[in-house]
């Protein structure tokens, strides 16, 4: 894995795409959601693109990620067609998992995205186990496991990194500290502040890293990305970052937890700001870099929503498909 | 290009917001990302942000007021385009397509027909277990006058048989009613009563029409002969069975049931066959008429019949028939039509074979002819339909080899 | 044929699906160097070794999700519960993860897991180790439910279980692994989703799985005795449930007695009560009887226990009742 001073221009410029894109991405989403395209629940990570464009920068194609239901960027960062993640929040028959998961639940096998998962910190032991096959068939397959600050609670998390560090498992817990569990500050919720602490109750490598700085986060994991490659140990990483809309489009921008002023002292940070302007003090790319690059993914937001809104729903038939692999497989048998 | 700024949906289960306060007014530019107003939704106060750029030419909707989410409350647009229309069709967008919901998964029927009872006079307060209603129904056995075994005098299984085994005893020992005069009064068995409620049910409400065919017969009477002279115990009534069953396999439309609101098609035959009783008729049912070998429906038939006159049927041998074949030929009958036994949708009235004389080639021959009626619920199928099975079945009967 | 317990006809199956397949594994607390705690495992560990038979931390939620995963990418795991009163633990992982997974990704991740261990009463173990959950697992689309009650359908089923594409939830019982019946050597399977008739009867249809098939046996010979043929249908599987010999078998008895360890309220008795009614409810002479658990957590008292159990003593009475004879 190339560090950050032997990047090219090229490779730093793809990052700062992948950034814009995400950014962008988003903001149509909750305009989405405003006009009722999109339904039910919907969380975006605006504010918090640096933790997964850094941190993915440093997988293979074969590697694996898990996230929460804050999920859209992660997709497509990883490799999703922007189209089908947006027809999948649509609900419609192209999406990614033909309208049957939505927001919460992106799935793409053909991108090593194992979803998409609604219940906080229950897809932690879903990664340990994927590492854990990886290391049964001797594959240098590693997997990294996105979670929120507030998912640190869960008996889940504590079991999983528990027999991750036992059983040595090449998996890279990565916890997007954005200080907030919906409306509950960390303050209020985890008895210790610095989450990475809490890798010393399993003797596991931990880093806490500012996850506004892309360059940062890649660095972080990369080093916890070669030490289960080539020791199939896992690790811990807290990405302190911030996000800047609600916890969901149905939660205000601020209010009752958190002010206005904080909120807008946060955005001076802005993780694709403060990227952009350290490459343009590099002479890597100027203002009107910036707005083609701006330009392009639009265009790509765009087609994204063209294509899914001219999507079909799924048929009425897929109701009942995929509840099993085989209905009336060689082993099962039943009258149908 | 002008467009609406419509009421967003800022919440999961937001249906209509109220504005709190514009933060921007009619003539100022305004940029995507850029707040436009507060709106109080029912979870919180949220800032509703722009979505395009340009200039807001008219703030539709005023503070305080309550708009359902997709209505229009602003225009953006150019500074000196046209908005007219826009501020027309202010509707709200039409809502989501109701998505239609699947029906159940259908249920899937597993048993073969069974014979609804139609008594309407049946006590609805009397208890009884579902299967001693339907024995009952079938047996044509009063429920009133029994007496039940079960808890809190519930008539069960075995009430309804000891009333089948009584009513055949005391047929016997039935004593014959005294003339009055010219008259004689002949008091109704019970069988014999529910035999009348349900033809009477059948032929009113189901609208009977009928077909005639005069079969010829001669290969089939060579071919019985032939039979029998090497003591084959078949009769030709034996074969008018598995032809019936071979036909109706082939025309389905008739093998079926009128169902209120749609006909019920079967896919299995099973005939039932009127037989004659002192005081009535019963009709023993040969399930799968159409898979038996010609040897086995004799056999059966036989068994069946005997069994039948002796009273010693069980209610699954009696019913359950999809079609019905009445021959009264032994008696003489040349033609007759007989009535639907419900809930079938047909039932085939077969006459005497005569020895009539036929031309054939130019020239009168002696030939031997046999008249079949069929009797069709014309709910079920139409006069064609009808025509076409009887014609199958009489060409089957013509050419005993078609027949299976 | 050979007569072995069902236990051992437990071991031979995961032996030899491990032996076919490097993708088996068997994980869960206790099952490597202790031999598993009812022994089912026994000599698996010496046999495969570590890499394949993985002892746990008691973390039931955590190595069910480890499971989970590990499916979710082409391994056949089978996760032992110690017991399925430990399961609620790790109730998420199986419906929220398993059951759901290949749903909510339209099709692209299989999870062809098994998950078993005993479940019921055994003798004075109390509320909280007691417990039937049939019930619950069967609620769920996406799970198949298997309750075996001989070493013949044990060791059949658990083939026909790991060998399958979806999650199945495998019902043991710590009094059964003791019982002995003739099991063929080498490989069978019997399919999921099949009902076996125990015995042949006319009077009456006595429906029960598990331990309760031995209960409806003796039940059966004490009324034989009395000249009233028993018919005792065995489901094996509870979801997808084989429906149809169990109606024609009503069809030809008009009655039904339903034999199940599990509580009362909304068990599964319930639903084949209701299918019963649905398809045969013309050939019904009495209603459908159940006899249950009775409606209480176990007590620990050997008496109080006795009368909380489904007894031979009260099907028989069940069925008599069906019969209406006093």
């Known amino acids: ?336 | 290009m002008a467009s609406r700024v419509v009421m967003p949906k800022l919440s999961d289960t937001m249906e209509e917001g109220k504005i709190l306060r514009w933060l921007k007014q009619e003539g100022d530019k305004v940029e995507t990302g850029q707040t436009l107003a507060e709106v109080e939704t029912d979870k919180a106060t949220v800032e509703m942000e722009a979505y395009t750029n340009g200039v807001i030419r008219k703030l539709v909707a005023s503070p305080g007021d309550t708009i359902k989410i997709g209505a229009t409350i602003a225009v953006i647009g150019s500074p000196d385009e046209d908005i007219s229309a826009l501020l027309e069709s202010a509707a709200p967008p039409p809502a989501a397509q109701a998505r239609p919901v699947p029906t159940a998964m259908p249920i899937r029927a597993t048993a073969p027909p069974q014979v609804v009872s139609h008594d309407a006079a049946t006590n609805r307060a009397l208890r009884a277990s579902p299967l001693a209603l339907r024995m009952a129904a079938e047996a044509g056995v009063d429920l009133n006058a029994l007496q039940g075994s079960g808890p809190q005098g519930r008539v069960i299984k075995r009430d309804i048989e000891a009333a089948i085994a009584k009513a055949s005893a005391s047929q016997a020992s039935a004593a014959p009613a005294q003339p009055v005069g010219d008259v004689q009064e002949i008091v109704l068995s019970s069988m014999r009563r529910t035999i009348a409620k349900r033809l009477v049910q059948s032929k009113a409400p189901v609208p009977h029409f009928y077909l005639t065919v005069d079969v010829a017969a001669d290969r089939l009477w060579d071919a019985y002969r032939a039979l029998r002279e090497e003591n084959y115990p078949i009769s030709l009534n034996d074969v008018i069975i598995k032809a019936s069953a071979s036909a109706l396999k082939r025309h389905p439309e008739v093998n079926a049931s009128f169902a209120g609101d749609h006909v019920k098609q079967y896919s299995r035959v099973h005939i039932g066959l009127a037989v004659a009783l002192e005081d009535g008729l019963i009709t023993p049912v040969i399930r799968d008429a159409d898979s038996k070998s010609l040897a086995d429906i004799a056999e059966e038939v036989r068994e069946l019949v005997d069994r039948a006159r002796n009273r010693r049927l069980q209610p699954h041998e009696y019913t359950g028939a999809t079609f019905s074949i009445s021959n009264l030929g032994m008696m003489g009958i040349e033609e007759f039509s007989a009535i639907i036994n419900p809930p079938e949708a047909a039932i085939l009235a077969v006459g005497a074979l005569r020895e009539v004389p036929v031309v054939e080639g130019g020239q009168v021959k002696i030939g031997r002819r046999m008249k079949m009626t069929l009797s069709v619920d014309h709910r079920v199928a139409d006069g064609a339909q009808g025509a076409r099975f009887l014609a199958t079945l009489k060409r089957m009967l013509e050419n005993p080899l078609l027949i299976g | 044929m050979p007569l072995i317990t069902y236990r051992d006809a437990l071991n031979q199956a995961l032996r030899e699906e491990m032996q076919r397949d490097p993708k088996v594994f068997l994980m869960g607390e206790e099952v490597g160097v202790y031999q598993g705690a009812y022994k089912v495992s026994r000599g698996l560990l010496q046999e495969f070794g570590d890499r394949r038979v993985i002892d746990t931390p008691i973390t039931e939620e955590g190595f069910t999700g480890v499971g989970v995963g590990a499916a979710m990418v082409g391994l056949r795991p089978v996760i032992e519960m110690m017991t399925w009163n430990f399961s609620m633990l790790a109730m998420d992982q199986i419906i929220n993860s398993a059951a759901k997974m290949l749903y909510m990704s339209g099709g692209q991740f299989r999870i062809p897991i098994v998950l078993r261990g005993p479940g019921g009463a055994a003798h004075q173990l109390a509320a909280q180790h007691s417990q039937s959950l049939e019930s619950w697992f069967a609620h769920v689309p996406g799970l198949k439910v298997v309750a075996p009650s001989t070493p013949y359908d044990a060791k059949g089923l658990l083939k026909a279980a790991i060998r399958d594409d979806d999650p199945v939830i495998f019902c043991e019982g710590e009094t059964l692994y003791g019982s002995k019946g003739e099991v063929p050597d080498g490989d069978y399977v019997v399919p999921i989703g099949v009902a076996d008739v125990k015995r042949e009867g006319t009077d009456v249809t006595i429906v029960a799985w598990s331990k309760m098939v031995s209960v409806a046996v003796k039940a059966a010979d004490t009324l034989a005795a009395e000249g009233i043929s028993c018919e005792i249908i065995d489901p094996r599987t509870l979801r997808p449930l084989d429906e149809a010999p169990i109606i024609a078998s009503v069809q030809k008895t008009n009655r039904c007695v339903v034999v199940e360890e599990g509580w009362e309220y909304s068990g599964i008795g319930a639903q084949l009560a209701y299918l019963i009614h649905r398809d045969a409810f013309s050939d019904l002479d009495a209603p459908v009887t159940r006899v249950t658990g009775a409606d209480v957590p176990m007590p620990y008292a050997k008496n109080l226990e006795h009368l909380a159990t489904p007894s031979a003593a009260r099907v028989v009475e069940a069925v008599k009742q069906v019969l209406y004879i006093d």
């Open chain 1, 1 to 336: 894995m190339d560090r950050p001073a032997t990047l090219s221009k090229e490779a730093h410029v793809e990052l700062l795409r992948k950034m814009l894109l995400g950014r962008r991405f988003e903001e149509r989403c909750a305009e989405m959601y405003a006009l009722q395209k999109i339904g039910g629940f919907c969380h975006l990570a605006i504010g918090q693109e640096a933790v997964s464009v850094g941190a993915m920068s440093t997988l293979e194609p074969d590697d694996y990620i898990f996230c929460s239901y804050r999920d859209h960027v992660h997709a497509i960062v990883k490799g999703s067609d922007p189209g089908r993640v947006m027809a999948e929040l649509f609900g419609r028959d192209t999406g990614l998992s033909h309208g049957k998961g939505g927001s919460m639940h992106l799935f793409d096998a053909d991108h090593g995205i194992l979803g998409g998962h609604a219940i906080v910190g229950a897809h932690i032991p879903l990664a340990t186990g994927v590492a854990f096959a990886a290391k049964y068939e001797s594959r240098p397959q590693v997997v990294l496991c996105f979670f929120g600050e507030a998912a640190v609670n869960i008996g889940a998390f504590h079991e999983s990194l528990n027999m991750a560090a036992l059983w040595k498992l090449p998996c890279v817990y990565i916890v997007e500290n954005n200080r907030y569990g919906m409306g509950t500050s960390i303050e209020r919720a985890s008895a210790i502040y610095d989450v990475a602490q809490r890798a010393c109750a399993y003797d596991m490598a931990s880093e806490t890293v500012d996850g506004m700085d892309v360059l940062a986060v890649r660095e972080s994991v990369g080093r916890a990305v070669t030490l289960a490659r080539r020791e199939s140990k896992p690790t811990l990483i807290e990405a302190r970052c911030y996000r800047f809309m609600g916890h969901s489009m149905s939660d205000p921008v601020h209010g009752h937890y958190r002010t206005k002023e904080e909120v807008e002292e946060q955005k001076l940070k802005d993780p694709v700001r403060g990227y952009f302007q350290q490459l343009s003090s590099q002479g890597i790319i100027d203002q009107a870099g910036l707005e083609q690059l701006n330009a392009e993914v639009r265009t790509i937001v765009d087609a994204a929503v063209e294509f899914a809104d001219a999507s079909p729903e799924p048929p009425a038939s897929a109701l009942y498909e995929d509840v099993y692999s085989e209905p009336y497989g060689p082993y099962t048998r039943s009258q149908p």
